[in-house]
């Protein structure tokens, strides 16, 4: 799916599935329950998360069982596999089905290696969480926010009214005072560090 290209279903509702993979991923949400409102989202019934070691690529599509299953390997070749099932009597998964999994799935991956980073990373002076809200702009800020959602740099830009490089600016300039290399861990960082609220 392309840079700002939005699934046909309600983007709050797909903002607020990806909030809360990301709060999950910091501890303010169980993934029980964010896993539930992907299913809700995708109406499906149940849903199950599986992590492997195995490098297929990401895929996400129906199986013959009624499945919709999307998959990913993170850089350390880790494999999470999500399976969402309906019952027999519901509709077929159909293409509107596939695409929104396979625009919410990154964001569940990228959660997921935040989670396994926050459980693994060394408590210390190594990397301190920021206290000081001044310690990042309004417009910085502003811009982490919309990431901590999910947001594209495009959506993000339409609903602060700026350019979707004025908010690559912002966001890069927040990552560089934070000391991170991704977006997603510049929001994470501020939402632990109480810099943001999602």
């Known amino acids: ?59 996400a599509a129906p199986v013959p069982d009624g499945m919709l299953v999307w998959a990913e390997a993170d850089p350390a070749g880790l494999v999470t596999e999500i399976a969402i099932s309906r019952s027999s009597g519901r509709s077929r998964w159909g293409e509107d089905d596939i695409t929104l999994l396979r625009y919410l799935g990154p964001h569940l991956g990228r959660a997921l290696q935040l989670d396994r980073g926050f459980a693994t990373a060394p408590v210390g002076p190594e990397r301190p969480a ?24 495009k959506h993000a830009a339409r609903q602060l009214n700026l350019s979707s490089h004025t908010v690559d600016e912002h966001v890069r300039s927040a990552m560089a005072k934070l000391g991170v290399s991704k977006r997603t861990e510049a929001a994470a960082l501020a939402v632990a560090g109480g810099l943001i609220a999602t």
């Open 1 to 59: 799916m392309s840079e700002g290209a939005v699934p046909t279903a309600d983007e709050w509702a797909i903002a607020d599935v990806i909030g809360a993979f990301y709060a999950a991923a910091l501890g303010d949400e169980t993934w029980s329950a964010a896993l539930s409102r992907l299913a809700s989202l995708l109406g499906g019934e149940g849903v199950t998360l599986t992590q492997i070691d195995a490098p297929p690529a990401a895929m």
């Open 130 to 153: 920021p206290t000081a809200p001044r310690l990042l702009s309004q417009r910085e800020q502003d811009c982490l926010v919309w990431v901590a959602r999910g947001a594209t740099s």
